[in-house]
């Protein structure tokens, strides 16, 4: 059984930084991506970034490209999400995702999901 849990998200101003991990108990699959969501209030899920596991091949959104970066650690089944520059539009609970092997850019494409983590941004 596979497990996600992030930390790390908060409160913060505009403008500041945050930084988000996630760890995986369990293998999500020698070849999968690993991604981050986030969902608020009213809105869809939808897709932050993602990093292949192999290479590690990183896709942005384009509402966070530039002030993102993912990364991860294959030898301690961790990854992270650096958030600079925060907007307070980048408000919303974030959810981190493992097992994808196709798609993932969408939420359909991946098997493994965390409980989620807030992030608040004032102006």
């Known amino acids: 059984q596979v497990q996600l849990v992030e930390s790390g998200g908060g409160l913060v101003q505009a403008g500041d930084s945050l930084r988000l991990s996630c760890v995986a108990s369990?293998?999500?699959?020698?070849?999968?991506?690993m991604g981050w969501f986030r969902q608020a209030p009213g809105k869809e899920r939808e897709f932050v970034a993602a990093?292949?596991?192999?290479?590690?091949?990183?896709y942005y959104a384009d509402t966070v490209k530039g002030r993102f970066t993912i990364s991860r650690d294959n030898a301690k089944n961790t990854v992270d999400l650096q958030m600079n520059s925060l907007k307070p539009e980048d408000t919303a609970v974030y959810y981190c995702?493992?097992?994808?092997?196709?798609?993932?850019?969408?939420?359909?494409?991946?098997?493994?999901w965390g409980q989620g983590t807030q992030v608040t941004v004032s102006s």
């Open positions: 369990g293998r999500t699959g020698s070849g999968s991506a």
């Open positions: 990093v292949t596991r192999n290479f590690g091949i990183t």
């Open positions: 995702a493992g097992g994808c092997y196709g798609t993932c850019r969408t939420a359909s494409g991946y098997t493994y």
